[in-house]
């Protein structure tokens, strides 16, 4: 039996090498451990066992054949739905996409499969991005792997409890205020937010289009930094995509880190946060100051304004995002009206969760004729001011150290009945996105509750390979991220 | 004589003739096609799919500026405008806004100056097919071949007061986009649209009527005129009346000739224009910078492509060969023939025969079925020949007739002049000794024309002519013909 819970990219591709196992062996155990423990964590919305079969054995022959294999040959991987996945039913977490399968594949996706990764199946997730939960999922709730009564986060709970539970070694993720970080640190696992540009978000559904950015989960840094090598690049599919000079995040984690100075802006350790998180955030710092970097309070005045710019952006981009699904060329569709009036109101009407309509709704109000100077205009405005002090800060700081949520993970239906407060469980990572700097979630301790705590580091534009360095020396001196949940 | 005048404004709309779409790469080359064959997820609006600005486009539109006085915005983007319609995939038109690429411009016709409020880019949708079946059955049917191809809108100010120079307007404008080689610019086919905004006020009265009526589907140019001036008459009838023109969008029918109520405007749609988040800001530099990458637009370049426009052409024209205006115009409506015959000119040895080569392409060569059919660019006649032939007939080689018959032999089959002319043995003759010899024998041979002529009818002169150049087919001196006959006839 292969050993799944030590299972990284890196030995994965040992025992490849070594012939310990086959690649259709790691595909069929990985499905089986899928059978096992996806009924009480119901991660997948749809899985693609035949398809992930076909592909192994594909791989097995060229292992046989003697070539090289390329950075993620047979390595077993899963996808939030938002992305789309040729021939893959896509569903975003909606039920207006039920039975939508795209005949295309997201950059991503593609970029992956080149290099000889196979797709195991698609991630429950809140509906286009929309929840920290999961729980707004048109299909069902998903489960934390370190106790099933809690939620995973959100929104790409499925992809975090997948990697949590290794069902798959990494997951791609889309994070828009948060939905990769506060998933990654709800299940603990690591999860990258990556710089706005630095990855296409071409075949990924879009949430707020200026906001929304395309990441990964994985059990440590490393398997991190191998997805991103593949994963990062201009695309001429995507116009917001930018060139930068490449990088090998891989190599790089290998290079002397040099002494840094971190910022703990204080903005996110205030006493509305959990204490037990306060205590592990700051614990992790203090390890680090004992590897010869310095730590120190800083401030970051302008952090009270991010949440109303964050999310007056991102709703209203979605307002116009959404209007696509208009049941005319794909997806669910109700012709049971007379006009067309009729199927845009009962298709999107019956099929559009009610987060998605409180977005939607709210989005357009922000946007019309009178209030776009007030709202849409005046977050704008806002995101600039946002980004100048993160830049000030950073001339000072070479990165920053925050926690990822303020809470601990929370029950399944705690939070259902106030989405207010709901949406102030992300107060620490919407901050970020704004801004479009990077942010990187680790494992950094767990409550008394035996549930999970992260932390999150933040640096400047295009500072991936920094931010991946230092998580990679604090993994290299602490073990967090290689506990595992045990799953009844 | 009426106490009204019209007060018109344009909404024109210009498919773009870039080989892709405006923000995917596929084709734009779909009108032989089946429906939905030129379509990808981007296009379709299909979940995730994101737009990419074609970059040839953004510089046509700003030749297009250029080409009419604009101000171009260095710093632009674009916008989605919000709306449901099922031939528009996304629910939103990605177009531009409160910064268009060119603004403030403006364009003389008729010695009348009409201002251009913008320019600017935007994508068209699809095509919705209404169908009622013989049962009643209705239904809808989409072809997305068009969603996403390049459209320019022109807006001008509602500086016109008459269907003649809304006419002449937009076919200048078709001429120049054809010029500047950014459109086919053809009404018919729907890749250039005329949308005029309409009210009528009295003469003498200052500002904007209350309503305006805009007209659409006016698929030709003598429909936009003729559409124009019913739609003057109609909102007088009304005022005459004492009452107001609803504010409306009424269509063309151009079998009934008249127009028709097609959308009452209730208040003023909310489109929600909001800046296209998908598509960074597009910063217009003036010039190259070594460091630069390629997706960079450049003013300069563009200025560089911008061709010699039609009115300077003309002047131009008049000045260089001393043709009339008149002729001038004619040379000049589309580019292919002012370059054909620049072309033609060019390679003339005396330059004083550009006034006849200039009368040969209008009278011969655009008269001829060659040319109607299939334009300036497939003759089988070249530029240089035409010169050669000019010359040959203008240094007396050949005889103007037979200089026809060549010009005839080299539109249907082509061929090479000197040829013609040796097998068809077409040079003309100047030998006054073989030559008096026929001019006796057609004196001899007309003694009542000869007889006429001696009492002073002038006019005989001309018949005699006439039978010498048949005796010679065609191929005499006419001045030779004309002096002999003069001087034996004393």
């Given at each position: 039996m292969i050993n799944f819970e030590d299972l990284t990219i890196k030995r994965l591709h040992e025992g490849y090498k070594k012939d310990e196992f086959t690649?259709?062996?790691?595909?069929?155990?990985?499905?089986a451990r899928i059978k096992k423990l996806e009924p009480q964590i119901k991660a997948f919305i749809t899985l693609t066992e035949k398809q992930a079969l076909e592909k192994a054995q594909e791989v097995d022959k060229r292992i046989n054949s003697g070539k090289e294999l390329r950075a993620l040959e047979g390595v077993p991987y899963s996808a939030k739905d938002v992305f789309c996945t040729k021939g893959v039913q896509s569903t975003g977490g909606s039920g207006i996409l039920e039975g939508f399968i795209p005949p295309y594949n997201a950059t991503a996706i593609r970029k992956v499969e080149e290099v000889g990764a196979i797709l195991i199946g698609k991630n429950n997730c809140d509906p286009f991005g929309f929840g920290s939960s999961t729980e707004n999922s048109y299909y069902q709730v998903t489960r934390n792997p370190w106790n099933t009564e809690y939620v995973p986060g959100g929104s790409s709970g499925g992809s975090a409890a997948a990697v949590s539970a290794n069902m798959g070694i990494?997951?791609?993720?889309?994070?828009?205020?948060?939905?990769?970080?506060?998933?990654?640190?709800?299940?603990?696992?690591?999860?990258?937010?990556?710089?706005?540009?630095?990855?296409?978000?071409?075949?990924?559904?879009?949430?707020?289009?200026?906001?929304?950015?395309?990441?990964?989960?994985?059990?440590?840094?490393?398997?991190?930094?191998?997805?991103?090598?593949?994963?990062?690049?201009?695309?001429?599919?995507?116009?917001?995509?930018?060139?930068?000079?490449?990088?090998?995040?891989?190599?790089?984690?290998?290079?002397?880190?040099?002494?840094?100075?971190?910022?703990?802006?204080?903005?996110?350790?205030?006493?509305?946060?959990?204490?037990?998180?306060?205590?592990?955030?700051?614990?992790?710092?203090?390890?680090?100051?004992?590897?010869?970097?310095?730590?120190?309070?800083?401030?970051?005045?302008?952090?009270?304004?991010?949440?109303?710019?964050?999310?007056?952006?991102?709703?209203?981009?979605?307002?116009?995002?959404?209007?696509?699904?208009?049941?005319?060329?794909?997806?669910?569709?109700?012709?049971?009206?007379?006009?067309?009036?009729?199927?845009?109101?009962?298709?999107?009407?019956?099929?559009?969760?009610?987060?998605?309509?409180?977005?939607?709704?709210?989005?357009?109000?922000?946007?019309?004729?009178?209030?776009?100077?007030?709202?849409?205009?005046?977050?704008?405005?806002?995101?600039?001011?946002?980004?100048?002090?993160?830049?000030r800060k950073f001339q000072e700081y070479d990165l920053l150290i925050a926690p990822v949520s303020p809470v601990l993970p929370f029950k399944v239906g705690e939070n259902m009945d106030d989405p207010l407060k709901m949406w102030l469980v992300d107060a620490f990572t919407v901050t970020i996105n704004p801004s479009g700097i990077p942010s990187l979630a680790i494992p950094c301790g767990f409550s008394d509750s035996n549930l999970p705590i992260g932390m999150q580091i933040i640096g400047p534009m295009n500072s991936e390979k920094l931010l991946l360095q230092l998580a990679n020396q604090y993994q290299s001196i602490t073990d967090w991220h290689l506990r595992k949940p045990r799953i009844k | 004589m009426s106490n009204y005048e019209p007060v018109i404004g344009l909404e024109i709309h210009v498919q773009l003739n870039t080989k892709s779409k405006m923000f995917c790469r596929c084709g734009t080359d779909y009108r032989d096609d089946l429906p939905n064959t030129h379509c990808c997820p981007t296009c379709l609006g299909l979940p995730g799919a994101l737009p990419v600005p074609n970059k040839k486009a953004i510089q046509d539109v700003i030749l297009m500026g250029l080409a009419l006085d604009c101000e171009i915005n260095k710093n632009s983007y674009f916008a989605r405008k919000n709306y449901f319609y099922p031939d528009l995939p996304k629910g939103y038109q990605i177009t531009q806004y409160d910064k268009p690429f060119c603004h403030d411009g403006k364009l003389v016709v008729n010695d009348k100056t009409v201002g251009i409020t913008r320019i600017h880019l935007e994508e068209d949708t699809g095509k919705s097919m209404h169908i009622t079946e013989k049962g009643g059955e209705e239904y809808t049917l989409l072809d997305f071949n068009k969603s996403g191809i390049p459209l320019m809108e022109l807006v001008?100010?509602?500086?016109?007061?008459?269907?003649?120079?809304?006419?002449?307007?937009?076919?200048?404008?078709?001429?120049?986009?054809?010029?500047?080689?950014?459109?086919?610019?053809?009404?018919?086919?729907?890749?250039?649209?005329?949308?005029?905004?309409?009210?009528?006020?009295?003469?003498?009265?200052?500002?904007?009527?209350?309503?305006?009526?805009?007209?659409?589907?006016?698929?030709?140019?003598?429909?936009?005129?003729?559409?124009?001036?019913?739609?003057?008459?109609?909102?007088?009838?009304?005022?005459?009346?004492?009452?107001?023109?609803?504010?409306?969008?009424?269509?063309?029918?151009?079998?009934?000739?008249?127009?028709?109520?097609?959308?009452?405007?209730?208040?003023?749609?909310?489109?929600?224009?909001?800046?296209?988040?998908?598509?960074?800001?597009?910063?217009?530099?003036?010039?190259?910078?070594?460091?630069?990458?390629?997706?960079?637009?450049?003013?300069?370049?563009?200025?560089?492509?911008?061709?010699?426009?039609?009115?300077?052409?003309?002047?131009?024209?008049?000045?260089?060969?001393?043709?009339?205006?008149?002729?001038?115009?004619?040379?000049?409506e589309e580019i292919e023939i002012a370059k054909w015959f620049e072309e033609s000119v060019k390679s003339l040895k005396d330059k004083k025969h550009g006034k006849?080569?200039?009368?040969?392409?209008?009278?011969?060569?655009?008269?001829?079925?060659?040319?109607?059919?299939?334009?300036?660019?497939?003759?089988?006649?070249?530029?240089?020949?035409?010169?050669?032939?000019?010359?040959?007939?203008?240094?007396?080689?050949?005889?103007?007739?037979?200089?026809?018959?060549?010009?005839?032999?080299?539109?249907?089959?082509?061929?090479?002049?000197?040829?013609?002319?040796?097998?068809?043995?077409?040079?003309?003759?100047?030998?006054?000794?073989?030559?008096?010899e026929v001019v006796k024998k057609v004196i001899v041979a007309n003694p009542k024309p000869v007889a006429d002529y001696k009492v002073g009818k002038k006019a005989s002169l001309q018949f005699l002519i006439g039978m010498v150049m048949r005796e010679t087919k065609g191929k005499a001196d006419v001045k030779i013909v004309n002096q002999k006959l003069t001087e034996l006839l004393g």
């Open positions: 690649c259709t062996e790691v595909i069929k155990q990985t499905f990494f997951s791609l993720g889309e994070d828009t205020g948060g939905s990769i970080r506060q998933p990654a640190c709800f299940c603990s696992v690591s999860g990258l937010k990556v710089t706005y540009g630095l990855v296409s978000r071409f075949g990924v559904m879009s949430y707020g289009s200026s906001l929304d950015t395309i990441g990964a989960f994985a059990g440590t840094v490393e398997d991190l930094s191998v997805v991103l090598n593949v994963i990062a690049g201009k695309d001429e599919d995507d116009a917001t995509t930018s060139e930068q000079p490449r990088i090998n995040y891989l190599l790089n984690l290998k290079e002397n880190l040099p002494k840094l100075k971190i910022g703990l802006p204080k903005e996110y350790f205030t006493e509305d946060v959990d204490p037990e998180i306060i205590k592990a955030v700051k614990k992790a710092a203090s390890d680090l100051t004992k590897q010869g970097h310095t730590v120190s309070e800083v401030s970051l005045p302008y952090t009270k304004y991010a949440i109303a710019a964050y999310y007056l952006s991102g709703i209203s981009e979605v307002s116009a995002n959404l209007a696509r699904y208009d049941g005319i060329r794909f997806g669910y569709s109700d012709q049971s009206g007379q006009d067309i009036n009729s199927v845009y109101l009962n298709s999107r009407g019956k099929r559009f969760e009610d987060e998605a309509k409180r977005r939607i709704m709210v989005g357009t109000y922000a946007l019309s004729s009178g209030y776009y100077d007030a709202y849409y205009q005046k977050a704008q405005q806002v995101r600039t001011l946002l980004k100048q002090d993160f830049e | 001008t100010e509602p500086d016109f007061r008459k269907a003649e120079d809304v006419f002449d307007f937009a076919k200048k404008i078709r001429q120049i986009v054809r010029y500047l080689d950014i459109s086919d610019g053809d009404m018919e086919k729907g890749n250039l649209r005329v949308e005029p905004n309409i009210s009528v006020r009295k003469v003498g009265e200052k500002g904007l009527p209350k309503y305006k009526v805009e007209i659409k589907n006016l698929n030709s140019f003598t429909s936009l005129k003729r559409g124009v001036e019913f739609e003057v008459k109609r909102q007088i009838s009304i005022l005459e009346k004492g009452e107001i023109p609803i504010q409306e969008t009424r269509g063309w029918n151009d079998d009934k000739q008249s127009t028709y109520t097609q959308r009452i405007k209730e208040e003023a749609h909310d489109y929600r224009y909001f800046p296209e988040p998908d598509i960074p800001p597009i910063e217009l530099k003036e010039s190259k910078q070594a460091k630069d990458n390629t997706d960079e637009i450049y003013l300069d370049e563009i200025r560089n492509k911008l061709p010699e426009l039609p009115n300077i052409k003309v002047g131009r024209f008049v000045k260089d060969f001393g043709i009339t205006e008149y002729d001038a115009q004619v040379l000049t006849k080569v200039a009368n040969w392409i209008i009278t011969e060569i655009m008269g001829s079925s060659q040319y109607q059919l299939s334009g300036v660019n497939k003759l089988k006649i070249q530029p240089l020949q035409l010169a050669d032939l000019v010359t040959n007939v203008e240094d007396g080689k050949i005889s103007r007739p037979s200089g026809k018959e060549i010009l005839n032999i080299l539109l249907t089959e082509g061929g090479d002049i000197e040829e013609i002319i040796q097998n068809k043995g077409l040079e003309q003759v100047s030998d006054t000794g073989a030559l008096e």
